[in-house]
């Protein structure tokens, strides 16, 4: 049983299109979270729901929009796709917040 | 404002040798720490968490870390480092108020020689 999982794991798409990536987790977490790794490998943040409660949003173009319906699910939609969209986006989940981030296997978007 | 530093971007040990990987933290209280390890191509995995109590941790694949909070420091240890644990390594200082966030160094990439 993959506890945070991802889809999809790759995705091509060209500039301008609209795009979805779904998270689901089955620890029963109350916390979920998107991070961004570029191609340095760093790490950021992007969104934090905690109970589908909007946590925490760090400076992300408008473009990215999270949605969760319920407290297992976060998915991020990415509209009017850049060049400079492309990296690795990890969906993470934890218990409260506070503890350790279980995460995903991670979505490569590539944007041509 | 939290902040998390891994001075060191590549380091390149011998296998069998020991290794240190250094972690420094910014923060207004005591923080809670961690150690992740990315594989190429996969998610992170936790290896280890200092929440308070003991200062030594133990994780998995034989991996320790020491808080010192004197020295702002979480740095990771491991007395004899096999190939397979090449790999990017992150820090990361979670976060003990709401309001916090969670922030992860940007990384140790270890190279391993045979």
């Known amino acids: 049983d993959t506890a945070v999982s991802q889809t999809p794991k790759y995705l091509v798409t060209q500039m301008g299109n609209d795009k979805s990536i779904k998270c689901e987790q089955n620890?029963?977490?109350?916390?979920m979270y998107w991070y961004k790794q570029d191609s340095k490998k760093f790490l950021k943040i992007m969104f934090s729901y905690n109970n589908k409660e909007l946590i925490i949003n760090e400076t992300v173009p408008n473009r990215f929009s999270p949605k969760s319906p319920d407290k297992a699910h976060l998915n991020l939609h990415i509209n009017s796709l850049e060049l400079g969209d492309s990296a690795v986006y990890f969906c993470a989940s934890s218990q409260d917040g506070n503890t350790e981030a279980f995460f995903g296997q991670g979505t490569r978007l590539t944007v041509v | 404002a939290q902040s998390v530093t891994q001075p060191d971007i590549h380091i390149t040990v011998s296998e069998g040798a020991s290794l240190e990987l250094r972690c420094n933290y910014s923060?207004?209280?005591?923080?809670?720490l961690f150690w992740y390890v990315q594989s190429p191509g996969q998610g992170l995995q936790l290896l280890l968490k200092y929440f308070s109590g003991d200062t030594l941790v133990q994780g998995i694949k034989g991996f320790e870390a020491e808080f010192k909070r004197s020295q702002s420091s979480f740095n990771l240890r491991k007395p004899s480092v096999h190939w397979s644990d090449a790999a990017e390594y992150f820090c990361a200082v979670g976060r003990v108020n709401r309001d916090d966030k969670i922030i992860f160094g940007k990384g140790t990439r270890l190279h391993i020689l045979p």
């Open positions: 923060y207004g209280a005591t923080p809670y």
């Open positions: 620890l029963g977490h109350d916390t």
